[in-house]
């Protein structure tokens, strides 16, 4: 692997501002099959640790002015944006895409965090008229909670940007679950969020190879308040399960 890279190499589960866990899941290169790296191989334990700790950060969080939130998205997508190559060597590697296409997914999942830097500033609230003559209806937005956040392999980056960039904007915290075949992408990203100010807790990364003991915690957890999740039809049946039943 290119050496420039190895700054943004992360090898340890992300939680409350800290690299926890011992490595032991390995990560291939797709184009020959070679050992990149071995990760923390999260268990069901650290999965509730990361959602207690996104849960704490959230409250804190949550009382900060849009604008304040906006500040330190715009120094992610910066930090992004100075390390586009590196983030797109990495996606080579553990993804499989070509390079030209990696850059421009990295291109692709910066504006996501530009875009809801400037977005979460435009939070609106209503009012709105009822039958009374004397009396109205007023909406205020709040944030919602905890978001679990589970992405799919093909877009590593891009669909981690798409999803923790609005998450934070409306003044949530959130776990990110990465797909098992590329979860280097999604601790870079998380690397550069800590360098960019992000507070501790807002940002957890959990990668694992039993993304079912993971998944289980994340959709059933009384503190996480919003699942969101791209994917398979078949993952997202196992997904729903315990949500439906």
Request: hydrophobic share 45%.
């Amino acid at each position: 692997m290119d050496q420039t890279v190895l700054s943004l190499l992360k090898t340890q589960a992300y939680v409350d501002g800290e690299w926890v866990g011992t490595p032991t899941m390995p990560v291939f290169d797709k184009s020959n099959g070679d050992e990149i790296a071995k990760v923390t191989d999260v268990s069901a334990e650290l999965a509730e640790q990361a959602v207690e700790a996104a849960y704490a950060a959230q409250k804190i969080w949550a009382r900060t002015t849009a604008r304040e939130r906006a500040q330190v998205l715009r120094r992610w997508h910066r930090e992004i944006l100075a390390h586009a190559d590196e983030l797109a060597i990495l996606i080579t590697c553990e993804q499989g895409k070509p390079l030209a296409e990696a850059k421009g997914e990295i291109a692709y999942g910066a504006e996501f965090v530009a875009f809801n830097a400037e977005q979460g500033l435009r939070i609106y609230g209503e009012t709105i008229p009822t039958h009374k003559a004397h009396a109205r209806i007023i909406i205020a937005k709040q944030p919602i909670g905890v978001v679990a956040a589970i992405t799919p392999w093909n877009f590593p980056n891009a669909m981690i940007t798409r999803k923790v960039a609005p998450a934070l904007a409306a003044g949530c915290a959130v776990v990110v679950k990465p797909a098992e075949d590329t979860p280097l992408s999604a601790l870079a990203l998380a690397e550069l969020a800590h360098r960019a100010g992000v507070p501790p807790g807002l940002i957890n990364v959990l990668p694992c190879s039993q993304p079912e003991a993971v998944g289980r915690v994340l959709t059933t957890h009384p503190k996480v308040a919003m699942v969101t999740f791209t994917g398979s039809t078949e993952v997202g049946r196992i997904l729903m399960k315990p949500i439906v039943s």
